[in-house]
T-cell receptor, first 117, second 114 residues
Framework: AQKVTQAQTEISVVEKEDVTLDCVYE???????LFWYKQPPSGELVFLIR??????QNEISGRYSWNFQKSTSSFNFTITASQVVDSAVYFC??????????????FGQGTTLQVKP | DAGITQSPRHKVTETGTPVTLRCHQT?????MYWYRQDPGHGLRLIHY???????DKGEVSDGYSVSRSKTEDFLLTLESATSSQTSVYFC?????????????FGPGTRLTVL
């Protein structure tokens, strides 16, 4: 079975603080993909990043960075110098790859991030 | 912008009535998905389609049916709506032809069943 756990339900920080959102996943697939999506208060889902299981390089995009560690089955997301506009719900998701795979995403429960001015 | 629209964006209906939600895409993507979002559950897959008239069930398909008679439209039908189907419904498409690529989501439909 595949599962994604985002243990942090809500996080509140003050602007300019760094914040890390945790994501732990379970899968038996040797090939799989991990994703992060952002859902701002307006409600749409915005794709942030996709990572495949063979690429463990960390990725940085501006103030965003992602740490993928297969040894701990984690794919954590860090926002450096947070801003009020970062306030949103963030979802981590997993998709396996194989003959039984439908392309469906398995989502975590989401982490609500509030950045206060 | 993946060119995905959903209609209606908001709907209030009564228990027992049929409801159809529409997802429309403009870029001929083969794979389309319907998810529902509920507090504490993230998003869960209801049904998906891998081509015209080719559909299959997801993990929470009970009480829902889908149809895809043309590439650009994927319809989700609640045959007899129940209060447990109050949710936000998202349609998604998958770029590429294999279903293994990134999924992009429509704006969502908020459905309330009284």
């Amino acid at each position: 079975a595949q599962k994604v756990t985002q243990a942090q339900t809500e996080i509140s920080v003050v602007e300019k603080e760094d914040v890390t959102l945790d994501c732990v996943y379970e899968t038996r697939d040797t090939t799989y993909y991990l994703f992060w999506y952002k859902q701002p208060p307006s409600g749409e889902l915005v794709f942030l990043i996709r990572r495949n299981s063979f690429d463990e390089q960390n990725e940085i995009s501006g103030r965003y960075s992602w740490n993928f560690q297969k040894s701990t089955s984690s794919f954590n997301f860090t926002i450096t110098a947070s801003q009020v506009v970062d306030s949103a719900v963030y979802f981590c998701a997993l998709r396996g790859y194989g003959s039984s795979n439908t392309g469906k995403l398995i989502f975590g429960q989401g982490t609500t991030l509030q950045v206060k001015p | 912008d993946a060119g995905i629209t959903q209609s209606p964006r908001h709907k209030v209906t009564e228990t027992g009535t049929p409801v159809t939600l529409r997802c429309h895409q403009t870029e001929n993507h083969r794979y389309m998905y319907w998810y529902r979002q509920d507090p504490g559950h993230g998003l869960r897959l209801i049904h998906y389609s891998y081509g015209v008239k080719d559909t299959d069930k997801g993990e929470v398909s009970d009480g829902y049916s889908v149809s895809r008679s043309k590439t650009e439209d994927f319809l989700l039908t609640l045959e007899s709506a129940t209060s447990s189907q109050t949710s936000v419904y998202f349609c998604a498409i998958s770029e590429g032809g294999s279903g293994t690529d990134t999924q992009y989501f429509g704006p969502g439909t908020r459905l309330t069943v009284l």
